[in-house]
């Protein structure tokens, strides 16, 4: 069970598994983004969470994860 929940839509688990593709072998392993989701900020339509100077969206219904570009 997820011990942060950002929606009650979809798993926190879901989130990170799709954070984890924008990043390479070693870092998707070595990073907590467990942890990193209670650093997420609510934008109204959509969470951002800003992981290693990279900036991600993550959609309140969908859980869907992209990344900004700047």
């Not at 209670?38 to 994860?65: H, P, Y």
């Amino acid at each position: 069970m997820d011990t942060i929940s950002l929606s009650p839509y979809f798993p926190d688990s879901s989130v990170v598994n799709s954070l984890r593709c924008f990043f390479s072998l070693s870092e998707m392993w070595n990073i907590d983004f467990h942890n990193l989701l209670s650093q997420a900020e609510d934008k109204g339509e959509f969470f951002e969470l800003r992981i290693m100077n990279r900036l991600f969206r993550i959609d309140k219904i969908t859980g869907g994860v992209t990344e900004v570009e700047k």
